[in-house]
């Protein structure tokens, strides 16, 4: 009995080793052939001549759904599928933006935010509301009430330790305190405009919010600090539809564990003023590169591996909101196991996960095995943190633990987010290879861990998100889920 006991307990050993070897000879094989792909960056470049941008509802969202749908065909996955969703899809018309002084007239440049009113003429004295925080709106307080709130989009000299909110909680903010219209302004300098969504819903909201470059609200603020009365006029056009717009889906099929899904994804959609480049150009083709190389590898995960390209994000999360009702009402949010959100990363670092007890330590170990494969690449970093406005939110206000690749691209890239420089130029083609190496590396270990943790509970949840200091911002967007 003993005897018969030692030798089972030899040969699961031996079959660890087996197994880890084997994992090791699978991961630097996917790396050789990861490390000389540039075909997402093509695919990308591509796409951003020939499409442009990937505005959902536009003729060119359409385009870039039926693009992303025929690679991932051509890829040869097993299972390629769409999940339309219905949204009202706002486009940008004209805008005017007037600055009076009681004896002229100054035009300055902007663009409208998103889901602002489809046609108004607003005109208001402006008032300086600071970083638009909640602080901000009570030291102005009854003044706010019919005016023109200039409010930053960052944080300007605010005090240590305060948290941004995003801009449709700042707009939810100045609506609260009966603003008649925002002028929000870029901290990016060179007049650079940005744009995004101004909704925390997706619906319009009821006044106009247009972005000012940094050198515009420098000027007026100044004017105003010296005592000058300004006011504003806000005229906008502008267009929403109501459209069928469609996330795309692809799968690899579990070896072991099929019914076990490890779901990665990231947006297609862009916003207009340029083609997207980096947001998310960036994540979405390199997950179209990731699903072609994994396909064509002799070997296939244990768990299922679900590619997702969203649509709508940029609008408020539209499509991951509708793939997560979805789930939800057919049952298959059980077996997404995890959500890898891929939204702006380039060169990942680590990775970052928010995950209840056991996934913190499941991706160092994780990250440490990968790090042996290029140690100068990839630093194995990896922490804990849990944050919003991207597709992964969702997911885990459902409980389902989010990772999501630790990147810096730099100063030059995030100074053109959601702006008219956010082109082709930005990306790197490695930094989108790197994307594919080591997410790719990460799906495999994953799809080969022995048991996976599990969801958050409903209280650990709650628990999590109130520690991240994410239920004031949640409350403001009607998400808080208690
Ligand atoms: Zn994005």
């Not at 390199?286 to 940029?314: C, N």
């Not at 499509?319 to 949010?333: K, M, Q, T, W």
């Not at 959500?339 to 499941?362: C, E, H, R, T, Y």
Request: aromatic share 6%.
């Amino acid at each position: 009995m003993l005897m018969l006991r030692w030798a089972a307990a030899l040969c699961i050993c031996q079959q660890q080793v087996v197994d880890v070897e084997a994992q090791s000879v699978r991961a630097k094989a996917f790396d050789a052939a990861a490390s000389v792909s540039e075909q997402g960056y093509e695919w990308l470049a591509w796409s951003t001549a020939h499409i442009g941008h990937r505005l959902t509802g536009s003729e060119q969202g359409r385009k870039a759904e039926a693009m992303a749908d025929s690679l991932f065909r051509a890829s040869g996955l097993d299972t390629v599928y769409t999940h339309p969703f219905e949204a009202d899809a706002w486009a940008r018309g004209s805008v005017k933006l007037t600055v009076g002084d009681g004896k002229g007239f100054l035009h300055l440049t902007c663009v409208a935010l998103a889901n602002t009113p489809l046609a108004c003429s607003v005109e208001a004295p402006i008032v300086d509301a600071g970083n638009g925080l909640a602080e901000d709106l009570l030291r102005i307080g009854p003044a706010a009430k019919g005016a023109t709130l200039l409010v930053n989009l960052g944080l300007v000299a605010a005090a240590e330790g305060t948290k941004n909110l995003h801009r449709s909680e700042k707009t939810a903010l100045a609506l609260k305190a009966g603003a008649a219209s925002i002028l929000f302004v870029n901290q990016v300098s060179g007049g650079v405009l940005l744009t995004g969504t101004a909704s925390i819903d997706g619906a319009l909201i009821p006044i106009p919010a247009a972005c000012l470059a940094t050198e515009d609200g420098t000027m007026l603020r100044e004017r105003l600090s010296k005592g000058e009365n300004l006011t504003a006029r806000l005229e906008m056009r502008n267009t929403s539809e109501r459209v069928t717009a469609r996330n795309i889906v692809a799968e690899l099929r579990g070896t072991k564990h099929p019914g076990e899904v490890i779901l990665v994804g990231g947006h297609l959609d862009s916003w207009d003023l340029a083609t997207g480049a980096t947001d998310n150009g960036l994540g979405s083709f390199s997950i179209l590169d990731l699903a072609r190389l994994m396909q064509s590898m002799p070997f296939k995960p244990e768990r299922t591996i679900r590619f997702v390209l969203f649509m709508g994000e940029e609008q408020g999360l539209l499509g991951s909101r509708a793939l997560v009702d979805h789930y939800a009402r057919n049952s298959e949010l059980d077996r997404v196991r995890c959500m890898i959100n891929l939204d702006m990363s380039g060169n990942p670092q680590g990775f970052g996960v928010g995950g209840p007890v056991g996934w913190k330590a499941l991706i160092a170990d994780a990250c440490d095995r990968i790090a042996r494969i290029d140690t100068a690449a990839f630093k194995g970093r990896s922490s804990e943190q849990i944050w919003l406005h991207s597709d992964h939110q969702p997911f885990l206000l459902k409980g389902v633990p989010v990772i999501y690749p630790l990147s810096d691209l730099g100063k030059h890239v995030y100074g053109c987010y959601h702006s008219s420089c956010d082109d082709i130029h930005l990306v790197e083609p490695r930094a989108m290879t790197n994307n594919v190496r080591f997410v790719g590396a990460l799906l495999y270990e994953l799809a080969a861990a022995t048991t996976l943790p599990g969801h958050f509970t409903e209280a650990g949840l709650r628990e999590r998100l109130m520690e991240a200091d994410l239920e004031g911002p949640l409350r403001i967007g009607g998400d808080w889920p208690w």
